[in-house]
Every structure is written in structure tokens, then in C-alpha cells.
């Protein structure tokens, strides 16, 4: 009889262990899990903390008498796996009480997770700071929350950072985030992460961004968060949410090849340089499905899918892992942001265009459709290297869609063609997917040069052309720019080449619609132009200092 050993439960661990039962009844296969939990749903800690999940036993999946009973599981909680002898295919367990044990494995899955990181910052002892990992972490700070706890500080604004804010936010308490990044979710380009911003602070959130903690005080008890640009914050609580590190220290011991950062290095079917060992979850490195770079990809999707992987190569099936494309979604009170593919930052030099739409998620005359702002990155082949929304509504679609077609190959300028559902109350006929694939096909075939809303804008280096109606420009504008609105465009073309004299002209409406037409109008005089990707909207997110407010007239 065939026995299989998983050092871990949880999203990797457990998918792996449930698939071998359904693929061999007769195995015997052993989870060892060091915590009092085997399978939890960590991603709704934060929503048990705000008091929107109300039952704690909602989170539990399940314990270890019912995965005995329903799938014939071996279940072993506060039990550590303290070594592995690779040669004699034996694991060393340490249970509760101190006894040590060592179990022969024929397949050995290791699925250790991460650990949170914590930086090198005095005071971070303090019993009033936690992170917020496991149903433990969760149980505490619910408790202070019910306790009557009315201030939080939230160290770090990635995912779970900002999820955590959201939850203290709901329950009541006074938050502050605090991120040492320029902006807060740092994985998303900084013009979505403003939507982010200002959504946290319309809903009373204190938002620190480029900063970070230099030290936790105690004060009577409770902590006091110092940071580095010169503000103490006092807190009722501290939460920890600055990143994760691979725990490696089994695999390492056991003499399995690591990347540099310290993941465990996997092939395609989870298997390590170990042929009797695989691992799935936060601890293996991945290859990223756009950018080549090896590393840990910390969601519950692709660990979920690894443990299948793993347990179908262990029984000799050949489906491999995807390179992964770190879809994503993160709920920030009323928005939703999303991603998935690679950031702006991630793409470093590697030169792409992007296009970006502000539109409604449904028919704009059908009641109650809301803004959504959507980028999409790709290069000159047409090659979808990522894409990013936030928004109110319909963002999970939006994104699912392009991770659908990114998976499958299909380019930015065919997405035009993809066949969406469309009705009023769901979506528009030109939905905001295929209007992204619309400006691909565009740029890609030359009938749309654009200008880089991240390259800045210069009134004097360019003719700054503002092609809106009077009430926009008069709630806003450039400094600088000409005012013309793109029904005039036509019939003021020379004095348009005059104005330019010689310069090039940059373009722009509120969201690049109305400014595409003055382009064209443009190029077909023979003036040189571009249109400012993303219009209006996108220059006043990246830039709002470039923009002068409330002037009474138009200069043209």
C-alpha cells in the first residue's frame, strides 16, 4: 500500500491529500499540520475581524474527524514536521506533547506556506501586534475589536493590508495604513492605486504612503507607532501585514534545491530535485506567465491547482502547472480593484503600449451604471502583457475576461472580436473589453499615436489641445493647454497649425474618445499629434498639480 505523507494543510496541502483519495481509495495518506487548524478559509479572516463572517465555525472547512470520515484522511494537527531523511524516504514528526516519530513515506508533499515578514523595527514585540495569518491571529484581534478596542494601525497596504484596514474600518475603529511603497497596493500601477487612496481616506481611513515605522512604544499597555516622517500614531492595536517569506527551513534541511530568494524550486508537475517530493503553495517559486521571474506566487488559486498537480504526477497523470499570471481582486469598500498579468513597474524597460478606458459598466442609459477604469499593457505584437480595473461594479468580469483570453494567446487587438453577452442592465454592446481591444487594433495598425500619460505633459515643448465643452475645462484643466472643443476642430485647423508652430500637438478629451476624432482630424491635415491615453482622467489621477481648477473662460 502506497503511503503519502503532507507536511501541510490548507489550500495546497488539503487539494492535494482530497485529490489522491479520489484518485487511489486504497492509499494511505497522512496530513501533518502544525497548527490547531488543517483547512481554513484564511482569505475571510479579515471579514471575520470587521464582523461581516459572524460565525467562526464558518471558517473552519473542515476538522480532522470529518476528513476521516468523508475521504478516509489521516489527519495529524499540532504535529511538526521537524526533518526529512530524503535517502530512507522517512519524516520526523514532533506532536503536541513532545514525542517524536518517524513515518516512511513512498510520496512526500510538502505544502509549509509563508510566514509573515517582520522587518527590523524596535517594539514590533509588542503583545498588541499581530499579524493576521491564521484563525488564532483572527480570534485575538476580533477579540480586541469586541473588547472595545477603537484605534488600529495597519503596517503594510498589499492585499491583505488593505483588506484588514476595510475590516477594523467596518467594525468601527479609527484606522491608519501605513506603506512604506510610494503608494498603497503596490502591484498595481500608481494611476489605480489613486482610486485606492482616496476610496480609503473618502471613508476615513488615515493613508500614510511612502512611509514607514521606525518604532512601536508602549504606553501604558498599548502601542504607539512612530514613523519616519515624524508622526506617532497611538493605537489600540497594531495589525502586520508588510509581505511573506517562503518557509523553507524542511526543504532546506532535506536538501532541496532553492531559488535565491529561497523558494522551493519546482518543475511543472510541483516535483522538487527530490524525485519522491513534490511541494505546492507560497513556498514554491514560479515562473511568471509574462515577465520570466522566478518566485513565490502567494494566491489560493494557483496553490489549490498545485495540489492537484502534485497528486496526479505522484499517481503517474501528466497535467502540468500554467505559469501563473497573478490574477487577483481586492475589495476596498465601495470599489473593487483587479488584476492580473504584469504592472507597469513589473514591465521595467521592456517597451509596451497601453490603452485605457473610463466607462460604464453596463448601458450608460440604463439607471445605475458606474465608472469602471480599465489599462490594459500589451507589447508590438499585440501580446497581452497585463491588464488592471477598479471600479465600483463589473471589474471582476472585466479582468477575468482578459486572464481568460491572456491564458489562451489571444491578442490585445482580438479582443475585439470576443463574443461577450451583452443586455442593458449587464453591459454595453461596445463593452469596455472590446473598446481596450479597439484602441489596440488601433495603435497596432498605426491609426492612433498616443502619448504616454506617465511621460508627463509640457505646454511648452507640445501644443497642449483640450477638446472637452466649456463646463469641463472651466472644473479643470491644464496649465497652458488651447481650448477647442472637437466639434470645432475641423474648422479651426490652420489656426491649430498656428498655434502649434512647428511643435507637436498632444490631444486630449476627458477619457480619449472625443480627442481620437480631433487626432484623426489632425493627422489628416498633416499635423504631427498625439492623444493622451486616458484622457483627462488619467492625467489629473497621475498628476493633479498639472491641472489648474475653475477658470471662468475658455483662452481660444
Not at 288 to 300: C, M
Not at 341 to 349: F, K
Request: a negative charge; aromatic letters at 4%.
Amino acid at each position: 500500500m502506497r503511503t503519502v505523507v503532507v507536511v501541510g494543510g490548507v489550500a495546497g496541502g488539503m487539494s492535494a491529500a482530497a485529490r489522491l483519495r479520489r484518485l487511489d481509495a486504497e492509499a494511505r495518506i497522512v496530513v501533518v499540520e502544525q497548527g490547531g487548524e488543517v483547512s481554513f478559509a484564511n482569505c475571510g479572516l479579515p471579514y471575520f475581524v470587521g464582523g461581516e463572517i459572524t460565525s467562526r465555525r464558518s471558517l473552519l472547512l473542515h476538522t480532522p474527524s470529518s476528513l476521516a470520515r468523508t475521504l478516509g484522511l489521516e489527519v495529524r494537527v499540532r504535529t511538526e514536521a521537524i526533518g526529512v531523511d530524503a535517502e530512507s524516504r522517512t519524516v520526523t514528526l514532533r506532536a503536541a506533547t513532545g514525542a517524536t516519530e518517524e513515518l516512511h513515506y513512498d510520496a512526500l508533499v510538502l505544502a509549509p506556506g509563508a510566514s509573515a515578514v517582520r522587518p527590523p523595527v524596535p517594539g514590533l514585540d509588542h503583545p498588541r501586534v499581530r499579524t493576521l495569518r491564521d484563525v488564532p491571529d483572527a480570534d485575538l484581534v476580533r477579540g480586541w475589536v469586541t473588547a472595545g478596542a477603537r484605534r488600529a494601525v495597519v503596517l503594510g497596504a498589499g492585499f491583505i493590508g488593505i483588506e484588514a484596514a476595510e475590516a477594523l474600518r467596518h467594525a468601527g475603529l479609527e484606522v491608519t495604513v501605513v506603506e512604506a511603497a510610494p503608494h498603497v497596493l503596490p502591484v498595481v500601477d500608481p494611476e489605480i492605486a489613486a482610486y485606492v487612496s482616496a476610496e480609503l481616506r473618502r471613508h476615513g481611513v488615515a493613508v500614510h504612503e511612502g512611509t514607514a515605522a521606525t518604532r512601536i512604544e508602549d504606553r501604558d499597555g498599548l502601542p504607539a507607532v512612530e514613523l519616519d516622517d515624524g508622526t506617532t500614531v497611538a493605537t489600540d492595536l497594531v495589525v502586520l501585514s508588510v509581505g511573506v517569506r517562503p518557509r523553507t527551513e524542511l526543504a532546506r534541511a532535506a536538501g532541496l534545491a532553492l531559488s535565491e530568494q529561497g523558494a522551493i524550486l519546482v518543475d511543472e508537475h510541483q516535483r522538487t530535485s527530490d524525485p519522491h517530493i513534490w511541494a505546492v503553495g507560497d513556498a514554491t517559486a514560479s515562473l511568471h506567465a509574462v515577465t520570466d521571474t522566478l518566485g513565490p506566487v502567494a494566491l489560493a488559486t494557483p496553490a489549490n491547482r498545485g495540489g492537484r498537480v502534485a497528486a496526479d504526477s505522484i499517481m503517474g497523470r501528466g497535467r502540468p502547472s500554467p505559469r501563473p499570471l497573478g490574477t487577483a481582486i481586492v475589495r476596498v469598500f465601495d470599489l473593487a480593484v483587479a488584476m492580473t498579468g504584469a504592472s507597469r513597474g513589473a514591465l521595467g524597460e521592456r517597451a509596451f503600449h497601453t490603452a485605457r478606458v473610463h466607462a460604464g459598466h453596463h448601458a450608460g442609459y440604463y439607471p445605475g451604471a458606474q465608472t469602471m477604469h480599465l489599462l490594459l499593457h500589451f507589447d508590438e505584437e499585440g501580446r497581452i502583457l497585463g491588464a488592471q480595473g477598479v471600479g465600483a461594479a463589473g471589474i471582476d468580469k472585466r479582468i477575468d475576461v482578459i486572464a481568460t483570453a491572456a491564458r489562451a494567446g489571444v491578442t490585445a487587438d482580438d479582443l475585439v472580436d470576443l463574443d461577450l453577452c451583452y443586455a442593458p442592465p449587464f453591459g454595453s454592446a461596445k463593452d469596455p473589453v472590446l473598446m481596450l481591444g479597439m484602441i489596440a487594433d488601433n495603435v497596432l495598425t498605426g491609426q492612433l499615436v498616443q502619448h504616454e500619460p506617465t511621460d508627463g505633459i509640457d505646454s511648452t515643448a507640445t501644443l497642449v489641445l483640450d477638446v472637452r465643452n466649456l463646463d469641463e475645462w472651466d472644473r479643470g484643466h491644464v496649465d497652458g493647454a488651447v481650448h477647442i472643443p472637437q466639434p470645432q476642430v475641423s474648422g479651426s485647423v490652420e489656426r491649430i497649425r498656428e498655434l502649434a508652430d512647428g511643435r507637436p500637438v498632444v490631444v486630449h478629451c476627458a477619457s480619449g474618445f472625443r480627442s481620437y476624432l480631433a487626432h484623426r482630424t489632425l493627422a489628416a491635415a498633416g499635423i504631427p499629434s498625439a492623444n493622451l491615453s486616458g484622457g483627462f482622467f488619467t492625467l489629473d489621477v497621475l498628476d493633479p498639480q498639472v491641472t489648474t481648477p475653475r477658470l471662468a473662460t475658455s483662452p481660444v
